[in-house]
């Protein structure tokens, strides 16, 4: 935004300020535009990729409706469609291999790997965590 006011000053001062230093001040404005083009090119490739299909893959959810083999899961608090090879359960975490259209390949994930990613899911006083481990104590 500072840079686009300062490239328009530049071309007003193009024709306001003294000869030379007009278009001085239209090629500095000009230079600083293409240099702030440059640095966020750059910073911005340091970070992979989070979104679309290719930041989903890898990812891990839970399985809301029974996957035998099509089912649903919740993935960052969306719910998917969802196909496994093999059948998976109400409430079994897993781990997303492929995404084909707006469906996810799935498999199941082992438990001991993930839990630290998981966040605030895997914490204890979660409520929906809470009704997992009453249910798993009851049966």
């Known amino acids: 935004m500072l840079q686009r006011v300062l490239l328009a000053l530049a071309i007003v001062g193009l024709f306001v300020l003294p000869d030379p230093w007009g278009v001085i ?5 000009a230079a600083v535009e293409v240099g702030e083009v440059f640095f966020w090119i750059r910073f911005l490739r340091r970070y992979p990729v989070t979104t679309g299909a290719e930041g989903l ?21 969306e719910s ?22 707006l469906t996810l390949v799935v498999a199941r994930a082992g438990n001991a790997t993930h839990r630290a990613e998981l966040g ?14 009453r249910a798993r104590r009851a049966t």
């Open 25 to 29: 001040a239209v090629v500095t404005a």
């Open 120 to 133: 605030a899911t895997l914490d204890p006083r979660h409520p929906r965590r809470r009704e997992r481990n």
């Open 80 to 101: 998917w469609n969802a196909r496994s090879e093999e059948p998976l359960e109400l409430g079994e975490e897993v781990r997303v291999e492929a995404v084909d259209g």
């Open 57 to 77: 893959v890898g990812q891990r959810g839970e399985v809301i409706v029974r996957c035998a083999p099509v089912g649903r899961v919740r993935l960052r608090g």
